[in-house]
């Protein structure tokens, strides 16, 4: 166990305990809770996991902040979705379009990294938001190719038809690239990573190249956010800019990883866990809550079903101000 | 601000002068020219504060973007109420119900920085990572509580019922809230100069911003000066939001989120902390925007990007670069 970890244990009971659960809910989703609205929550949590972990290799252990993961998500995506919707749904298609945007991702990540990573992490930041604005332009403008803000729908090919097929192959690439992340993060790579973090300065006296090693990273997590759009667009098998690219993603992505923890890659099970089924069910409990207070003035209009992400805001601020290391530092202590 | 260095100035003149040989008839180049200006003034007015804080406490405000909404939502809550001034056909009434919406946009916007200081900012001083993640999740928070105060629809926001429509200038039709934006920009960018450079305060600004640790050395409260300077461009943020609201006719409580990433463009075109370099690179963008809209409709939304690379290649650290960034 300790090996398919990596050596990385959760350290905490309570923190085992829910992680073993929040696996094996996801390996039983199909059977435990049947119905199509439980099942894309789950599939959803899968890939959001690999997401989140992928952005917390950037965010949490190297401390680089970017704002462009969702662009590496949305190329994933528009890959599967390109291929298939315009080259037809064969193997030989989805694995071009897979290759081709891991290639674009690859390209872009090293070029926005060697530009912008060697100066300070406000400036990466701006950088990337200012290209995966464009990014989110570029998609919606190129309609002839990318379907424009209407986004891409297609078929599959025969084998993944299937729901539960296609659940198991995102929900294993899923699980198989998330270890890989673990055993990234815990190789004298990820150390060094996390070493940036701490005191760049001392890192680079140490002989360390540091913008080598943010490039790399930055490049990794971008790898990896691809391969992430692209089983969420086999999933969906649909692909657009609302459901990839858009910016409201990305602060999704945030909330998740600083609600779970940075730094480590559990806290991403955790965030994308909680985040996803609180989108998904919060509003329910909301909308109970708010006609409970009705005749109160304000008050159900913050507990509106539409503002609950008011609320993950709040405990967002709140996490980064007090709980740096999210719900798993938390439960580690 | 250095000086003498006129070039960025010149580029100005030199973009305009290129889009007059590529636009075919002349008063279609008028009309692009202060359009492009106009709108250069309203992202210069909501960019100048967020670049002024950087350079002066190093602190980039990610919710800055709030400060734009929440200024164009008081000022539709107080010309909603004021619609005949709004509606009557004299300048003057039009005035006189503009001024106190102005007003009110700005003294909320201010106040809202004033508390976003002390309660998001103030704890995380030095701190870039956390800065980042802290003001990205005081935008949400500010964007979620607009909806719950003004509700989830747009407002709609007309313009002034003399300032609508256009005016001819021998051929050109200019429209002539444009002209007001570009007075009312002009008007702000003056003032702003001023302060910065013939008052007392405006010397700590500039030296502040020279070097941080010299001024508070002298005996200076730099921090209360920064106060300062995030309260008045978080109202100038709100003012630059009720022109800009009005140039779109209508408020959303997403308007702030999505000007930042031009604002940002600003900044860094300008050489982040840079006043005189957030005017130019706001003109420069403004100009390109409208002069590749009408050359070159499907490249219009990439200019800015394209500017900032242009730019980025010709002077790697911004127009101006202020002396920490």
């Keep these: 166990m300790s090996r398919i970890l990596s050596g990385d244990l959760p350290r905490s009971r309570v923190l085992a305990a829910v992680l073993v659960l929040i696996a094996l809910g996801l390996l039983a989703a199909p059977f435990l809770f049947p119905g199509a609205r439980s099942l894309n929550v789950a599939a959803k949590v899968a890939v959001f996991v690999l997401l989140v972990a992928s952005y917390d290799l950037l965010l949490g252990y190297t401390g680089i902040v970017s704002f462009a993961h969702t662009m590496f998500f949305g190329i994933g995506g528009y890959g599967i979705g390109i291929a298939a919707a315009r080259l037809g749904p064969a193997w030989g298609n989805l694995a071009l379009g897979f290759l081709a945007s891991l290639a674009l991702t690859a390209a872009v990540a090293l070029v926005i990294g060697l530009l912008s990573l060697r100066v300070r992490a406000v400036f990466f930041a701006m950088i990337t938001l200012a290209v995966a604005s464009f990014f989110q332009i570029l998609a919606s403008q190129l309609s002839d190719f990318t379907g424009g803000e209407d986004g891409l729908n297609f078929k599959l090919p025969e084998l993944l038809q299937s729901r539960l097929a296609c659940y198991y192959l995102v929900l294993a690439a899923a699980a198989a690239l998330f270890l890989v992340l673990l055993r990234i993060v815990n190789s004298p790579f990820g150390r060094v990573l996390q070493s940036i973090r701490e005191n760049e300065f001392r890192c680079e006296a140490l002989g360390y190249r540091t913008v080598f090693y943010r490039t790399a990273a930055n490049c990794l997590g971008a790898l990896f956010a691809t391969v992430a759009g692209a089983l969420y667009a086999i999933w969906l098998r649909y692909t657009g800019p609302e459901a990839t690219l858009s910016f409201a993603i990305m602060i999704d992505l945030l909330l998740m990883v600083v609600i779970g923890g940075m730094g480590t890659l559990y806290g991403a099970v955790i965030g994308a866990t909680l985040f996803v089924v609180a989108q998904n069910y919060l509003q329910d409990l909301m909308k109970l809550a708010s006609d409970a207070a009705t005749g109160i003035p304000l008050l159900p209009n913050l507990l509106h079903p539409d503002r609950w992400l008011l609320w993950l805001g709040v405990l967002f601020v709140v996490c980064v101000y007090w709980f740096p290391s999210g719900i798993v530092g938390r439960l580690r202590r | ?325």
């Design chain 2, 1 to 325: 601000m250095r000086r003498h260095d006129w070039l960025p100035l010149a580029l100005i003149a030199v973009l305009a002068l290129a889009a007059f040989a590529f636009v075919p008839s002349t008063p279609t180049w008028l009309t692009l020219t202060i359009a492009g200006l106009a709108m250069g003034m309203m992202i210069f007015m909501m960019a100048s504060g967020l670049t002024l804080v950087f350079g002066l406490m190093d602190v980039m405000n990610f919710a800055h973007g709030a400060f734009i909404s929440v200024g164009a939502y008081a000022a539709a809550s107080v010309l909603i109420q004021l619609k005949g001034g709004m509606q009557a056909p004299s300048l003057a009434e039009n005035l006189m119900a503009m001024a106190p919406a102005l007003a009110a946009a700005v003294a909320v916007a201010g106040l809202l920085g004033w508390i976003f200081e002390r309660v998001v900012i103030r704890p995380v001083y030095g701190d870039h990572l956390k800065q980042i993640l802290v003001t990205m999740g005081g935008l949400i928070v500010v964007e979620q509580l607009i909806h719950v105060v003004w509700g989830p629809d747009m407002i709609p926001l007309p313009r002034p019922a003399t300032i609508t429509g256009s005016v001819l200038i021998g051929d050109a039709a200019i429209e002539r809230y444009r002209m007001l934006a570009v007075l009312v920009g002009l008007a702000v960018f003056a003032a702003m100069w001023l302060v910065l450079n013939r008052t007392r305060l405006g010397l700590l600004i500039r030296a502040g911003v020279e070097n941080t640790e010299m001024v508070e050395s002298l005996g200076y409260r730099v921090r209360r000066l920064f106060v300062g300077v995030f309260v008045a461009g978080s109202a100038l943020a709100g003012l630059g939001g009720v022109m800009w609201a009005m140039y779109q006719e209508s408020v959303t409580a997403g308007m702030g989120m999505q000007m930042m990433v031009v604002i940002f463009i600003v900044i860094i075109i300008g050489g982040m902390g840079s006043v005189g370099g957030c005017f130019v690179g706001a003109l420069l963008v403004g100009l390109m925007a409208n002069y590749i809209g009408y050359l070159a409709p499907k490249l219009a939304l990439g200019s800015n990007i394209l500017l900032m690379v242009l730019i980025l290649l010709w002077r790697p650290r911004g127009l101006y670069p202020a002396s920490k960034a």
